[in-house]
Structure formats: C-alpha cells, structure tokens
C-alpha cells in the first residue's frame, strides 16, 4: 500500500504540472483524479494500521472491522465529486477551447498509465480477499450464555481494499482515455476530443463511485448481506425442534459475521448445544443465543 502511495504521489505531481502547462484537460483532469486517489490510498493505509492497533481494543466491543467499509465510503464519496468536478470543466472546455500541447501531455499520460499498472498490479493480490483483523471477543457472563462458534473462513470483499484497487483501475481508465484524446487532437486535429473524454471519464467514475458507495453504506448500516447465511442458520437451530423467533445476522469484518438469535422449544437444549449446530458455519465469529420456554397454547 505505502509503494502504491508514493507512485500516485510522484506521478500526479508530475501529470497536474504537465497539465497546467500544456493546456489539456484530459491529462490535468487525470492529475487531480490521481491526486484525489492519494488521499484516498492515504486514507486506505491509515484504516488498516488503525484496525491492527486497535484489533484488541474493548472500546470497540465488535472488533475494527468495519474501519476498512467506512474509510471505502469516505473514498467513494471522493471519487464522486472527482468525477462531477471532471465533467464541469469538460463542459467549459467544450465552449471554449484552448491551445494543447499534446506531444508533451502525450508522453506524461503514457507514464501515468504505466504508473496506474504497477499500482494495479500490487494492490490485485489482495481486492478480492479478507484482510480484516481477527478480533480476540472476551468471555462474559450472561444467562443467555454469549458465546462464540468456530467454522471455516470464507473468503468476502474487503471494501476498503477494493475501493483502493477500483481507484487505482479508475486512474488507469482516465489514462487511457487521455491518451486516446490527446493522440486524436494531434494527429487528427480534433480538439474537441480532449474534454469529451473528460465528460466520459467522469460520468463512469460516479458509476463506480455509486456502487462502491451503495455496498458499503449497508454494511455500516447493519444490513443482513448474507439472506442465504441467515437461513442456514435459521435451519439449523430450528431442526432441533425450536422456533426462531428473532434472529439478526450482521458483517463485523471481510468474512466474519454476527448473530443473536432467540430460541423458543417446549423441550430447549442449552445455548452451548443450539451453538454447537453452528459450529460448521462458515464465518460466524460472534455468536449469542437466547432460549426461551415455548408458550402455552
């Protein structure tokens, strides 16, 4: 992550420069799009070391798992702006033109993609994998016995990773569109090439921004994003002949889940053994169990 930092830094530096003296829009958009993009990784990095200080840390009684989801909303709202920002000034270099040196702007938008790929290329190991910090719960005494089942680990997004990786794919796009506008304006004379690229750049950079945007917001809202998790876990606890009369299932980290589920059964198991029936979940880190006496008819 600190290597993806510093090649955005350098090369948005050296692109906004270039930008500001050549007159393109197309690469001067990309400039500040990267630069946006290190403040973003910034962010990235920052959320990560914050988790790991913090992993053990009993102020956050559900771990630091969800630093990750939130530092990826912050970034998607960013990336956002980025995009309308980008196409507001397309739209006034459409009406009013200026003079581009593009063999210049040329050769720096080269470099900026091929910046863009290496920083791909480090950060793809990890966009599609868990890294959330393992969270140590404490045992705690209550009569509905708060316990945690043990299963395999599934692999889930994790969001703040993948908005690193999408904002670093989202440079390699305004790169590559910048490029094919600055070679249409020098070879073909199109000026007009230059901020319509800008327009089209931005409109799928908010594409991007609004689904990175969406996933995450559910997640910090405590929204169930595994239904057919819940109810795996709704049969198993009911096969035991119970009823499940409320259950919540929540993310707490790239694949780790929570639940708190109230058994009634006019025969009840103990929590431990309606846990045990869980123990093969995948994912589930934190899990409480309440049992009630069913109620007379």
């Known amino acids: ?47 990560y ?7 053990n840390n009993p102020r956050y009684s559900f771990g630091t798992g969800k630093i990750g989801d939130l530092s990826a909303f912050t970034s998607s709202l960013m990336l956002g702006a980025i995009g ?13 033109p200026v003079t581009v040196a593009y063999g210049e702007a040329l050769l720096v938008a080269v470099l900026g993609l091929l910046v863009n790929l290496a920083s791909a290329a480090l950060l793809h190991g990890g966009a599609g994998h868990s890294h959330g910090p393992d969270h ?41 569109l910048a490029i094919a506008a600055l070679l249409a304006g020098l070879y073909l004379g199109w000026q007009w090439t230059d901020p ?20 995450t917001a559910m997640i910090l809202l405590d929204a169930s994003v595994d239904p057919a998790l819940a109810r795996r876990i709704q049969q198993r606890l ?8 409320d259950l919540h299932l929540w993310r707490l980290a790239p694949g780790k889940f929570a639940v708190i589920a109230s058994v009634q059964s006019a025969a009840p198991l103990t929590p431990a053994e309606y846990k045990q029936r869980l123990a093969d979940l995948p994912g589930l880190a934190h899990v409480t169990i309440e049992v009630e006496p069913a109620q007379a008819p």
């Open 196 to 215: 319509l690229i800008g327009i089209v750049g931005g409109i799928v950079i908010l594409q991007w921004a609004w689904s990175l945007a969406r996933r």
């Open 84 to 96: 309308a920002l980008m196409i507001v000034e397309s739209v006034q270099r459409l009406r009013s």
């Open 49 to 55: 070391g914050f988790a790991r200080r913090h992993a």
């Open 238 to 245: 009911e096969a035991a002949q119970a009823q499940v009369s």
């Open 1 to 47: 992550m600190i290597a993806v930092v510093a090649l955005t830094l350098v090369t948005m530096v050296v692109e906004i420069a270039v930008g500001y003296w050549s007159g393109s829009m197309a690469l001067l958009a990309d400039g500040w799009h990267m630069a946006s993009h290190a403040v973003a990784l910034g962010i990235s990095a920052f959320a």
């Open 136 to 176: 140590d719960h404490h045992d705690h005494d209550h009569d509905h016995d708060h316990d945690h089942a043990t299963g395999q680990h599934e692999s889930h997004a994790d969001h703040n990773l993948r908005s690193a990786y999408l904002h670093v794919l989202a440079d390699a796009l305004t790169s590559i």
